[in-house]
């Protein structure tokens, strides 16, 4: 895996991150804003892939390794509540 940070200027980056993901013979890599509120997946070709597969890939990833009863939540519950 390989991981870059970007600057807030995404598409400026990605090309460089592409080159360094297949330059290591990373099968996915991670490139990442400053403040880390956004992510670019990029494939194994160096081909970003786009941001509406990153959601689906990252649950497909958590059902793989869970199974498919684990339970999904968009907040964080209170001490001692369970979600």
Do not use: N, W
């Amino acid at each position: 895996m390989c991981v870059t940070s970007l600057p807030l200027r995404v598409s400026k980056i990605l090309p460089s991150s592409g080159k360094a993901v297949v330059a290591h013979g990373a099968s996915l890599g991670i490139a990442v804003d400053p403040d880390v509120d956004r992510c670019v997946l990029i494939d194994e070709t160096g081909k970003p892939l786009g941001e509406e597969y990153t959601l689906g890939l990252a649950v497909q990833l958590v059902v793989g390794e869970f199974g498919e009863r684990t339970s999904f939540s968009s907040h964080t519950p209170p001490p001692g509540q369970r979600h």
